[in-house]
Nanobody, 113 residues
Framework: QVHLVESGGGLVQAGGSLRLSCTAS????????MGWYRQAPGKEREPVAL???????SYADSVKGRFTISRGNAENTLYLQMDSLKPEDTAMYYCALPLYDTWGQGTQVTVSS
């Protein structure tokens, strides 16, 4: 059993920045792939950024060049640096282990115009 806990969400104005953090705890000792997803009201949950154990990354076209995903040295931490935020980025953001279908409870990001 693994628990994922996100933090770092909040309210910012367009053009601002936020850094989301995710900490994994539980019985998984080796994790290959981790990622961030988001879901806005009335929309489907979508992948935002993914990273594997080799630090290879992939991003949704909508956030490419503005968001950066990274893994902590502790191996059980995940970050999402979000710069140049837009109102369209407003959503609940979730940390996930895609191969285990494990999700955190989410952290709200709200970007005002």
């Amino acid at each position: 059993q693994v628990h994922l806990v996100e933090s770092g969400g909040g309210l910012v104005q367009a053009g601002g920045s936020l850094r989301l953090s995710c900490t994994a705890s539980g019985s998984i000792f080796s994790i290959n792939a981790m990622g961030w997803y988001r879901q806005a009201p009335g929309k489907e949950r979508e992948p935002v950024a993914l990273i594997n154990s080799r630090n290879n990354t992939s991003y949704a076209d909508s956030v490419k060049g503005r968001f950066t995903i990274s893994r902590g040295n502790a191996e059980n931490t995940l970050y999402l640096q979000m710069d140049s935020l837009k109102p369209e980025d407003t959503a609940m953001y979730y940390c996930a282990l895609p191969l285990y279908d494990t999700w955190g409870q989410g952290t709200q990001v709200t970007v005002s115009s």
